[in-house]
């Protein structure tokens, strides 16, 4: 039997991915159990310092957490499934019993298939262009939500691959096309997540070029995810003499893009800085007057007229 961890106010997690809130743009928390992440590698390498840090995840409010076991950064090297596995299935399995929703990001639909059956909800797979067979066959069958994310190439060679007529276009034609390959295969069109892949096969503008086309991405009857946290092209924008601004420093324009995302109607952002995005979300939802602009698994709703304290 399965036990939630819980806090004075309710369960820690929302327990399933059908649970989750509507109404209001979610806040998806990374969890990188690796040692070469590009912002945080190492620092929650070890499944114990994963758990925790997954626990605070949730208790400063991710809706769902997205773990990973192997790096998709530009130029990281690959490792075996079975490694990626080890490293990560001790954790799904520990903050599922905790209540969390789990995403996983993974390459792999052999690690698809084990982190589902450890208690995992989503796949949140970066392979874009380069998705396997397996791994589409894999979430029809299971009809397993899935985040389509646009890529191309791999982690080594996606950075040459960044040239489009109209990358607004084109990724949303291709992301269409993979999108018509799944659901031929079976997978629910609901179940399916698009995610216009920031960073992945993108140089700088072509950033926020996607960013102010998120309406367009919407458009699709889809849901969409926006994975802006502490990328490249935000150092770039607030570099100094030069210099990038390192991923450490770029939490606060993160939150302005899950901000201005909320309020381009995003399903979810996927940010390291989950306490920062949860209030910028909130501020998003409050300005456009959506009730309730803050919820909390088991919290109960404020006084309509006096904002009580949860």
Same mark, same amino acid.
């Given at each position: 039997m399965t036990t939630t961890?819980?806090?004075?106010?309710?369960?820690?997690? &929302?327990?399933?991915?059908?649970?989750l809130p509507t109404g209001r743009t979610l806040v998806m928390g990374v969890l990188n159990v690796t040692p070469d992440s590009f912002s945080d590698g190492g620092e929650h390498a070890g499944h114990e310092a994963a758990i925790a840090h997954g626990l605070r995840l949730l208790a400063e409010g991710a809706d769902v957490l997205d773990?990973?076991?192997e790096s998709t950064r530009p130029g990281s090297e690959r490792i075996t499934p079975a490694e990626e596995q080890r490293r990560?299935?001790? =954790?799904?399995?520990? *903050?599922? %019993?905790?209540?969390?929703? *789990?995403?996983? +990001?993974?390459?792999? #639909?052999?690690?698809?298939a084990a982190v589902l059956d450890a208690g995992a909800h989503l796949v949140n797979d970066v392979s874009g262009l380069s998705v396997t067979p397996e791994m589409v066959e894999l979430v029809a069958e299971r009809q397993a939500p899935y985040v @389509?994310?646009?890529? !191309?190439?791999?982690?080594?060679?996606?950075?040459?691959?960044? +040239?489009?007529d109209d990358v607004v276009d084109d990724?949303?034609?291709? @992301?269409?096309? *993979?999108? +018509?390959? @799944? =659901? /031929?295969?079976?997978?629910?069109p609901e179940r399916i997540v698009l995610d216009p892949g920031l960073g992945f096969a993108k140089r700088g503008a072509q950033n926020w070029a996607l960013l102010r086309a998120l309406p367009r991405f919407t458009a699709t009857g889809h849901r969409v995810l926006v994975g802006a946290s502490r990328k490249r092209f935000l150092g770039a924008l607030l570099e100094t003499h030069g210099t990038a601004r390192p991923p450490?420093?770029? +939490? %606060?324009?993160?939150?302005?893009?899950?901000?201005?995302?909320?309020?381009? $109607?995003?399903?979810? =952002?996927r940010v390291h $800085? =989950?306490? %920062?995005?949860? $209030?910028?979300?909130?501020?998003?939802? #409050? &300005? !456009?007057?959506?009730?309730? /602009?803050? @919820? !909390?698994?088991g919290a109960l709703r404020a006084d309509a007229t006096g904002g009580g304290a949860r």
């Open positions: 961890t819980r806090t004075a106010h309710g369960p820690l997690g &929302w327990g399933t991915y059908e649970d773990v990973g076991g990560i299935l001790p =954790v799904v399995e520990a *903050l599922a %019993a905790a209540g969390a929703v *789990l995403s996983v +990001d993974t390459l792999h #639909a052999a690690t698809a @389509l994310t646009h890529a !191309r190439g791999t982690p080594a060679t996606m950075d040459g691959l960044a +040239d489009y990724v949303l034609a291709e @992301l269409e096309t *993979l999108r +018509d390959r @799944l =659901v /031929a295969a079976g997978l629910a450490a420093g770029r +939490d %606060a324009a993160t939150a302005a893009v899950s901000a201005l995302s909320a309020h381009a $109607d995003a399903w979810a =952002v $800085d =989950v306490r %920062a995005s949860a $209030d910028a979300v909130a501020v998003a939802h #409050a &300005w !456009r007057g959506t009730e309730p /602009a803050v @919820l !909390r698994p």
